[in-house]
């Protein structure tokens, strides 16, 4: 295949680099996946189009793209884009294979002029030449075909190049076989469609689909407002085309309409559009390919309805920087500007081009709503373009509103609560979200400019925020109060007036308390039952109310809605202040306690409340943290410590897990409570990936590696681990104590239907505990079907029972790495194993792997006590053969194929190449066979079809042979077992073929046979 674009040098270049510099691959992968993921993750279409109206732009010429989804004729689906323009250059190719470094550079014979008729004059708008990297979220072969010729990316590919550079072994290993697609191309094969330059071809990946699909149907011709090289697009799926396309009007661009058509339906849309040049000083800090894009184009969009109204277009909108990013917009109309994005190439970064260009669209939107027709406005639509400064989405939106709305205020006309003949101007006034006279009038004094409760109405906000008039919600308000001075009756009139207040947005509200400090919000307050020593908490740091301030049932009942909490001994164990300083303990003992402070007495403190409370073990899992005292002179987290004397303390390493002091006074019930051990401990989790336990992962991934190939990823159920089991060295010790754990410890999890073992069964059964040995790896005891190829497991049968050594076949080949181990042993001559189980074993193993990548042994077994090497044996697939093969044989279980692909062995009958050679001295119906009436009963046939030939002797592959199957007539060597195996396998019955060879041995036999056939056994 020729390589127009030199594809060779380009990977053999980057292949170099990535060998002579591994980082410079990591750094590859880490951007192109940071593309895929984060600033293209969503962008396919639009960069298809982008990419489209530049190739446009860059040959003179109205731009024409055609999306089709169709299917790939293997099941899959394919999107194809094609485009007219400038096709595909080397310079193209090699943008396409660099990161940031774009082949779309303005050129001074394109920048500024159209090429739509009556078109604006725009600008390329690519920026880096890393919007390709779109497609890898839908595909992992992309390819590129041009009138110039073609180019292709394949992830495979690519990492069969990468596999044979060593130094990056372990890093496509971590990243689990990721690499950077489009740093490799290779040249493609294909041509555009006629009409069209250049043509992107997708592969869908599986999982993309629906994703495309809905990207395709959603696409609607506002786009092409964003990229006016394009003049039409044709959106083709299920082989349904529908044309998108833009038609402007007008010479004024304060005064454009543009008809967008999508199909049958065309829109008509308001247009102001401001062109110029950006100073050059204005870039002076921007990147180097970017300061020679002075030029800019700001276009301002509303739909009109059939009336000629403006249609406010649904909030929130995002900026258009040309096409979509991620800034929000609260102005309901589209803004397309060629603001400076970031690196994600989703958010506009600040400074002196994106507040130049912030100045120009405020003049455009300003002009928009100017050269509105006066009774354009008549049904309110007008206002509802106002900008909404109140509810700015972001730094640029707010930006843009304040800069719209300054000339709009400026009168003092709004009342001001509480003060009847002041008035003020609507930039100083504020209204309460949701006002009622009682907040109005507590928090008059505190927020200046409020407005009377009556003017909270939802239907004036929209106005009110336009004009400049601060909309307080509640949590504004609350924010307001934060730091104020009052007495605690005015946060009792307060909590009282804000009772029934959405939670949410009190969250953040103020708490006078006993101490004199304020806690800043109510979370975790304590409110004071009556009799509470509040001075008496002293040492855990504790946040109590004043009691003043909480005084009405009405403050309370606030105050308890959000968070707050009465103080029993279960709410100050709640304190989230108590559990800080509980966790934060044992660090606190290392680094030294603050002057005043006393571990002992926090560790006090805190048991007294677990015994208060009466904590059941387990119930506060965070009380593990406790600093508690060590028999050693120490200090240690209370989970990390064993009750002294305790049969769990016997079983693990020395020093693994510290001893409590005995001088702790305390229950035992108390201290279990806290964590202290007195056994193995249990864990949960919602996911395995939340279990801090050893071997978690790897668990989840064996148990996953039990469910049905092709299985959809299933939703794990909550489960439950036990910890410190790698730190146990007498396991005899440890199993009964492991025995005895609840029942929730053992049991199976359910994963998508199917039961797999739970994670202690799992670690156990995969670690040796048992004599040295692994659970998994030996036998049940009172197994015969694994006697030979596996040893007996040796423990209490209570033990036993929980650990489940395999007992039978199924039992092996539930897990992947136990029907490995178990091909491995059927090739170990020391071993033996049955006949009933070696004549299906190897097509059970077959079934069991397939679709895992199984390196073939070296040895395999093909008798009960004989193992040859597997280069001397084949699998016999046609028994008439097995007189001719001379080499030894593998039982089948009657599935040759798959036993011989997974011992990588050839078929019999790719070995013996023969045909009959001798010449029948008889032939014969097989209905007139003596014994075929017995024969076809036994077939469940009213009588034999066919004909048989007698060879005295018959002979194939210059041998004897007792029998050889033709497509018409049968041969064999006149014997009852050559007949039998004839008719057999001729019928499609061969496990019947000794009662068929029976019935030609005794023909005068019959009518007895028969009778004996008529027996139910």
Known sequence: MSDPFATAGLRRRVLAAWTDAPARFREDANAEEDLVRGGYRD????????????????????????????????GGEVLRAANTGAPLDAAGVEGL???RASAKRDDVRTVGRSVVADGPTIQTTGRFGVGFAAVLAVCDEPEVHSTTGGVAFNAARTRAEVAGVPALAAEVARREGGVPVLRLPWPAAGAPPEGFATEVVLPLRMGSRAAVRAALEGLGPELLLALPGLATVEVVVDGAPRGLAVRERGADPSHLEADLTDGERTTTWRLVRRTGELPEELLADRPVEERSRRGYTVTWAVPLDDDGWPSPLPLPQRVHAPTPSDEPLTLPARLIAP??????????????????LVDVAADAYAALLAGLPPEAGGDASVLALVPRVGLAGAELDAALGTAVLD?????????????????QSPDRAAVLAEATDARVAVLADVVPGLLPAGWSRRSDAPALAALGVRRIGTAEAVEAVRGVTRPASWWARLYTALDGADREELAALPVPLADGRTAHGPAGVLLPDAGLPVQALGPLGLRVADPAAVEPASARRLLERLGARPATAAGVLADPAVR??????????EDGWDAGTDPAALA?????????????????????ELALPDA???WAPAGELVLPASPFAAVLADGALGTLDPAVAAEPETLRAVGVLDGFALVSAEDPDDLDVDGAREWADAALDRLPPGAPLPSWPPVTAVRDLELVVDWPGALPLLAALPAQAWTDVVLGGVAVPGYLRWWLSTSPVLDGRRPDRVRHPDSTELQGLYGAARAEAAVLALLRPPATVDDVLADVDGALDLLDRLGDPRRTASPAVLRTVYARLAHALDGVDVDPPDRVRVAADRVVPADDAVVLDAPWLQPLVGRPLVPAGGAPGPVADLLDLPLAGEVVRATVESHPVRRLAWADVPGAGLAAARLGRAALEGWVAVHEPLRAGG???PWWPGTDVDHVDGTPAALGRALAWRAGAWPLRQALAEAFADPERTEMLAAEDGIAS
């Open 604 to 624: 006090t403190a805190v048991l007294a409340l677990v015994a208060a409370a009466g904590t059941a073990p387990g119930e506060l899992p965070w009380l593990a």
């Open 959 to 961: 041998r004897a042979v």
């Open 43 to 74: 962008r396919l279409v639009v960069e298809l189009a982008q990419n489209a109206a530049d190739a446009a732009l860059r040959a003179g010429v109205p731009g024409r793209l055609r999306l089709e989804l169709a299917d790939d004729g293997a």
């Open 632 to 634: 050693d002179g120490g």
């Open 339 to 356: 603001f400076p994005l970031g690196p994600d190439r989703r958010h506009v970064l600040p400074g002196p081009v994106t507040d130049a």
């Open 97 to 99: 294979a660099s990161l």
């Open 580 to 589: 800080a300083a509980v966790e934060a303990s044992v660090d606190a003992v």
């Open 407 to 423: 000339r709009l205020r400026g009168a003092a006309w709004l009342p001001v609560a509480g003060r009847a003949r002041e008035r």
